[in-house]
């Protein structure tokens, strides 16, 4: 079954680290991808998206993110972190199974900043 | 502009009694999801529907029912709850992914309804 998949399930940074989350999914054709994040007690914003063009996309807080087709990848990155971007962080995608109706997510990261 | 708006906020209910979760938006989006988020297993989509009148089965429909009489309304039904069912669940919505612009195919969540089943 097509899917998508995060590899860190809880990570733990201090203020000013730099964050790399991993995202892979399992489809090889056109995909549409997206972040996720979720603050403590509040729903699921998006962070990003890739819909086609440049791999490297930019989201809102400094958030970028790299579509590597050959990999299947689609990270999320960010150089320095805030003890206000603690949160947890879905990977999601939509993907021709069902005609890109459907949207799959990935397990989540859990990323805790501390001060 | 309220965006997804999910009722109840919270719920607790006894083993067997019924419920609906009412999902509503105001964004003439065609499509509309409801997931539920278990610790350890992101989000898992229930049931969608792409249009009035349509529902289909997610990855996990399973004692749950729905309906979209009208566009802007998505309802979620458990008829017979179960433990297993206590959960967060939450709402979502966008627009049709095959028409542009793309920017129009993001999820547009709601605050979530948790649910606890005894």
């Known amino acids: 079954a097509q899917s998508v998949s995060q590899h860190n399930h809880h990570v733990i940074l201090s203020e000013a680290a730099s964050l790399e989350l991993g995202c892979n999914y399992s489809?090889?054709?056109?995909?549409?991808l997206f972040w996720y994040v979720q603050y403590p007690g509040q729903h699921l914003q998006l962070l990003l998206k890739?819909?086609?063009?440049?791999?490297l996309v930019k989201g809102i807080k400094g958030f970028e993110a790299e579509f590597i087709k050959s990999k299947f990848s689609f990270n999320l990155r960010k150089p320095s972190v805030q003890w206000s971007d603690t949160a947890e962080y879905f990977c999601a995608a939509r993907l021709p199974s069902g005609g890109y109706q459907k949207v799959t997510f990935g397990t989540g990261t859990k990323l805790q900043v501390i001060p | 502009n309220a965006g997804v708006t999910q009722t109840p906020k919270f719920r607790v209910l006894k083993t067997g009694q019924s419920m609906t979760l009412l999902c509503a938006q105001d964004?003439?989006?065609?499509?509309m999801y409801w997931y539920r988020q278990d610790p350890g297993m992101g989000l898992r989509l229930i049931h969608y529907?792409?249009?009035?009148?349509?529902?289909a089965k997610g990855e996990v429909p399973d004692g749950y029912n729905v309906s979209r009489l009208k566009k802007q309304n998505f309802l979620l039904g458990l008829e017979s709850a179960a433990p297993s069912q206590t959960s967060v669940y939450f709402c979502?919505?966008?627009?049709?992914?095959?028409?542009?612009?793309?920017?129009?195919?993001?999820?547009?969540f709601g605050a979530g309804s948790r649910l606890t089943v005894l």
């Open positions: 890739y819909f086609s063009g440049d791999p």
């Open positions: 489809y090889g054709g056109t995909v549409n």
């Open positions: 964004m003439n989006h065609e499509y």
């Open positions: 979502a919505s966008s627009n049709n992914p095959g028409r542009r612009p793309w920017g129009a195919n993001v999820l547009t």
């Open positions: 529907s792409v249009g009035e009148g349509t529902t």
